[in-house]
């Protein structure tokens, strides 16, 4: 008998501090493969820090992490295996659109042609590949972000705040995406301030608050202790609000 797949993302009293501040504390995580879950908090709450830690950005302080099966000491291996898409994504101005994705599958080693093609063509931006990435608006460029973390197809995607800055039929072709990636068991890594896209496409939400993981459960799970007054009741204030993110 086969052992179970080992967890898309797991933490194990991942801490991070700077200096005398602590930005997270004892964190442990579990995502099953093939999920999408919810990554929610506050302002300042250290959903960067745990996200620059998964993406191997940064290195904890303390505790261990390992993403699609690896640790994240192993930069090589991580960074094969995961998509990730910032709120502000790492695009070059005066490269054209299909040139800034040409050159990261290049990077990646997949040089699939016709996989550029058609994600510029599901995410509207085929009319635009030829215009340099300058010209972009917030959107555009956000959507150009992930489809240039969707090119290698990875095991684990992890998304800050993927929708911001979208109009409502991008923000909706970004959401259907997360939704067929998910269905292809694709893990996602869903970190954002707006609940109702969390509620509409994760399997479980996680809320951090001051470093620690406050609760977590499914969104009716957590939508209910709200409804009864529980004690998370001023994080989801904040957390659905919809004040732009400070980073």
Not at 15 to 31: E, N, P
């Amino acid at each position: 008998m086969c052992p179970p797949p080992a967890p898309a993302i797991e933490t194990d009293g991942l801490t991070k501090r700077y200096g005398d501040t602590s930005a997270i504390v004892d964190l442990d995580l579990t995502v099953p493969r093939g999920s999408v879950f919810g990554f929610l908090g506050p302002n300042g709450a250290g959903k960067t820090s745990t996200i620059r830690i998964l993406t191997t950005l940064t290195n904890p302080t303390s505790g261990t992490a390992r993403v699609a099966g690896e640790p994240v000491s192993d930069r090589a291996a991580v960074v094969d295996k995961i998509g990730f898409l910032p709120e502000e994504p790492p695009l070059y101005d005066e490269l054209t659109g299909r040139e800034q994705l040409e050159y990261i599958a290049g990077l990646r080693g997949h040089e699939d042609w016709e996989r550029v093609e058609s994600l510029l063509d599901r995410f509207d931006l085929s009319a635009d590949a030829d215009r340099r990435v300058e010209t972009y608006s917030k959107g555009m460029k956000q959507k150009l972000g992930l489809v240039q973390a969707l090119l290698h197809e990875p095991e684990v995607l992890i998304l800050d705040e993927p929708t911001s800055g979208l109009d409502p039929r991008a923000a909706r072709t970004v959401r259907d995406t997360i939704s067929e990636v998910a269905a292809a068991e694709t893990t996602v890594f869903l970190s954002t301030h707006i609940l109702p896209v969390v509620e509409e496409l994760a399997d479980t939400v996680g809320v951090l608050y001051g470093g620690d993981l406050v609760a977590e459960g499914t969104p009716a799970e957590l939508t209910d202790e709200i409804a009864a007054g529980g004690t998370l009741e001023d994080v989801f204030l904040d957390v659905t609000s919809e004040r732009p993110a400070e980073q």
